[in-house]
């Protein structure tokens, strides 16, 4: 081959690599994105249907149970303005805390009730997932009842 | 009055940061050799008026010394001192300190080991240096000083985060920064390089030792992380594709890119601008993940609007100092020549191969980092990006690497025939094959990604017994362990650190294929069967550690009626932070681990428990110390030794490569 020609087989190799990696990359990003939404959004049906998806807000004091068998539990996730109820089976995190932040991901559920495959909470005591301040901060600018144990401003 | 030493020592640190960033580069450009040698001597003083000023800081937390803003956040007079200690690195305004103090670190390396290095291109390499700890430095003293006063004086300190009062970390940073900050050696070579205009094969192999170290470091400070992450975190992962984490394996994969096109700069002279651009956006992406982690960015983008001026330093410092490398190097690159030619098929064209597949496998892991950061950044909404992308991402990507990492070692410079390829390694690839298709089942589940995963870490093996009993055949010598001794330190250092690699994939695959997790509620006295192995809780006891106090269980495990072992996992709550913290109780071996951690407490001393039996799990780790124990052999290689100790010599290769650039 001459060197030209060498130069194309290269070119050409690394187009063809560039072009397999941006379809592999596209293509799991768009079937592993996981979108987030506020209780508000969930009671408002703005959710997509059989496909998982985040939510996130306080867990309402006082709401959370636990089944006999010691690792299924309820709770309720609020944003003070709507309320999701939430099922998880499994071992709640440290930082899980009746009236701090939470993040759960799952899918909506049929009777409305979120199933959460996944609680997260995450490393200090202070902090507040993102998410979950800021789907407080949302219900709050749009007129929902404030309250005073509500932490808007994470760290 | 010790803090207030710290601090005058880094503003003094700053200005000799300042001479050391200009001058040099200076005389280098005008040839001026006075202004050149006050390179050495300015590096060797900014270390050390840093060291004085870490002193100092270390000083203020073994002193207790709660009137300094930064040591009452982070420690508490309760915390040990090993940890008042550790604590110097626990948050954002130490580690920027550790950070810089590392990299002092690595300038003096370079000023007592640079005896055979140029002049100028010494000056150049020192100067390029102080311009970044420039940055540090003016960083810290305007908006994140660790000797802030804290008027009047807190009582006592609001405590290390608990999970962060750990052995692992103690040694995890400075292991990790050790790795980014030993990236700005190659870094600084590069720049000097393109300042120079000259960049031969003598470069990389100046270039190469302090690249290999950096990266030895890097392996061993991440898969420390990860370790960390296994027992700290109570729930018995080792890699989240957590952006943290995300932010030390990218330039973990830009430095194994830098070290193989390295290696072909200084093999064949090749790749030079390649290697150059790698050197940037190795350390580039250093700058990025310290910043990243530590300050605040990560956990929420909204910690730029708590610190605006902390924020708009780091954009634009990383801005600075990309962009303008970057534009030096679209500027001066062309002079640097591209190297030698080559077939397709040739080791070189393998090694190029690998080096774009590890960019691009970068490049993705870099998207799904940063994507959910700019979305939200510019408030269009808010996502996540799962450890399912990640990994339909990079198995794919990586899959054909590895393939070529078996061949490559194998394969002629310049030009190599596949065919003759394809008849040497027939018997590698036949057997691993075969073991990759019947282990698997023989060990009771096949599933396609178990066979690849064994496949690849069997290619890998069987390939290097095909080259090293090649090579043995090849190489003159009475005894066997003779001839293998006569082998360079180089070549061994290659054989380990993939074998390494083998040994890191075994150790994923068998615990994706194979491991096996369980959460129970537990009563007392109650067993439970895993991986067959039978746990028995006896409940737990209350006691007191020096800063927490901690419900401790004890699990007894036995395997068809003998003992095995006994497991006390923790619950500890640190009082000063009112934290709950799981510690796990792990039973490690070469074939398993167990794992056992309390969830939370039921009824009747009941407690719901989750247990783990993970298969081969520490050879991920093994794996990661011996292809760092691999760049060790590499760089003990006796031609760096004879480097080192060459002093006024011209390196003979510098003429001679000089002229294969050509092309």
């Known amino acids: 081959m001459k060197p030209r020609h060498k130069r194309f087989v290269f070119i050409g190799l690394g187009l063809l690599a560039l072009a397999v990696a941006s379809m592999l990359i596209l293509n799991a990003f768009q079937s592993n994105l996981v979108f987030f939404f506020t209780p508000t959004q969930v009671a408002n049906a703005e959710v997509p249907k059989g496909r998982g998806f985040r939510i996130g807000g306080m867990v309402e004091d006082g709401s959370l149970t636990r089944e006999g068998d010691g690792l299924t539990v309820h709770f309720v996730v609020t944003d003070f303005a709507k309320r999701v109820p939430v099922t998880f089976k499994g071992i709640l995190p440290d930082l899980f805390k009746e009236g701090k932040g939470v993040v759960a991901q799952g899918q909506l559920g049929p009777d409305g009730t979120f199933l959460a495959s996944e609680v997260l909470a995450k490393h200090d005591e202070n902090y507040m997932p993102p998410e979950a301040a800021d789907a407080l901060a949302k219900a709050k600018a749009s007129g929902a009842q404030p309250s005073n144990t509500l932490v808007v401003n994470p760290r | ?663």
């Open chain 2, 1 to 663: 009055m010790i803090p207030e030493i710290g601090h005058f020592a880094l503003i003094l640190a700053l200005c000799v940061a300042v001479v050391q960033g200009s001058l040099p580069i200076y005389g280098a450009a005008v040839g001026n050799s006075a202004l050149m040698s006050i390179a050495k001597p300015a590096a060797r003083g900014q270390f050390l008026l840093v060291l004085l000023a870490f002193c100092c800081l270390g000083y203020a937390f073994a002193a207790k010394d709660f009137s300094v803003l930064y040591v009452a956040a982070t420690s508490n007079s309760q915390l040990p001192l090993h940890y008042r200690l550790a604590a110097i690195w626990g948050a954002h305004e130490g580690s920027l300190l550790l950070w810089v103090f590392i990299l002092t670190i690595w300038m003096v390396a370079v000023s007592f080991l640079s005896a055979h290095l140029p002049e100028a291109m010494r000056a150049r390499i020192l100067g390029v240096m102080g311009l970044v700890s420039m940055g540090f430095l003016l960083f810290m003293l305007t908006v994140s000083n660790p000797f802030e006063r804290l008027i009047p004086a807190a009582f006592d300190g609001r405590d290390l985060n608990p999970l962060l009062q750990d052995p692992g970390m103690v040694i995890h940073p400075p292991m990790l920064y050790m790795g980014y900050v030993g990236f700005s050696v190659a870094f600084a070579f590069a720049i000097a390089a393109l300042f120079g205009g000259t960049l031969d094969a003598a470069w990389a192999r100046w270039s190469r030792p302090w690249t290999t170290v950096a990266w030895c470091f890097l392996t061993i400070g991440v898969a420390m992380g990860s370790g960390w992450a296994y027992y700290e975190l109570g729930w018995g992962g080792w890699w989240f594709w957590d952006p943290v984490e995300n932010a030390s394996f990218m330039p973990w994969l830009a430095g194994t890119a830098l070290i193989h096109s390295l290696a072909v700069t200084d093999k064949r002279g090749g790749f030079k601008a390649w290697s150059v651009l790698l050197a940037i956006l190795a350390f580039s992406l250093s700058l990025l993940g310290t910043f990243l982690v530590r300050s605040g960015v990560l956990t929420s983008v909204h910690a730029f609007a708590t610190d605006p001026k902390r924020g708009l330093f780091i954009l634009v410092f990383l801005a600075v100092v990309i962009g303008g490398s970057l534009m030096l190097y679209a500027w001066r690159a062309p002079r640097v020549g591209l190297g030698g030619g080559f077939s397709v098929i040739s080791r070189e064209g393998m090694l190029l191969t690998n080096n774009v597949l590890l960019i691009a496998a970068l490049g993705s892991v870099l998207l799904g980092t940063l994507y959910p950061l700019f979305l939200d950044a510019l408030d269009l909404g808010k996502i996540s990006v799962g450890p399912p992308y990640f990994d339909t991402v990079f198995v794919p990507l990586m899959t054909p690497a590895i393939f070529l990492m078996g061949i490559g070692p194998l394969a002629q410079w310049k030009k190599a025939s596949l065919p003759e390829l394809a008849m040497r390694l027939r018997w590698a690839f036949g057997v691993s094959v075969t073991t990759a298709l019947v282990l698997p089942i023989v060990l009771g589940h096949w599933s396609p990604l178990v066979s690849l995963g064994l496949l690849l870490a069997l290619w890998i093996a069987t390939t290097i017994a095909t080259d090293l009993r090649e090579r043995l055949a090849h190489t003159d010598g009475n005894s066997f362990f003779g001839r293998l001794a006569s082998m360079p330190r180089s070549y061994w250092g290659m054989v380990v650190a993939h074998f390494g690699l083998a040994l890191f994939i075994t150790g994923v695959t068998m615990v994706k294929g194979f491991e096996v997790e369980q959460d129970v509620r537990m009563n007392v006295g109650q067993t439970a069967t895993l991986g067959g192995y039978t746990f028995r809780f006896d409940g737990t006891q209350q006691y007191k550690g020096p800063n927490y106090v901690a419900a401790r269980g004890t699990i007894h495990v036995s395997q068809d009626g003998h003992d095995v072992t006994v497991m006390y996992p923790e619950k500890r709550r640190y009082t000063v932070q009112n934290q709950t913290m799981t510690e796990a109780a792990i039973s490690p071996g070469l074939l398993r681990d167990l794992y056992v951690s309390l969830g939370e407490p039921l009824d009747d001393g009941a407690w719901s428990v989750r247990l783990y039996h993970k298969p081969f799990i520490d050879w991920i780790w093994g794996g990661c110390l011996i292809m760092a124990m691999g760049g060790v052999l590499a760089i003990s290689d006796r031609r760096y030794r004879l480097a080192w100790r060459r002093k006024d010599v011209e390196v003979p290769a510098t003429t001679q490569m000089a002229r294969q650039t050509v092309s």
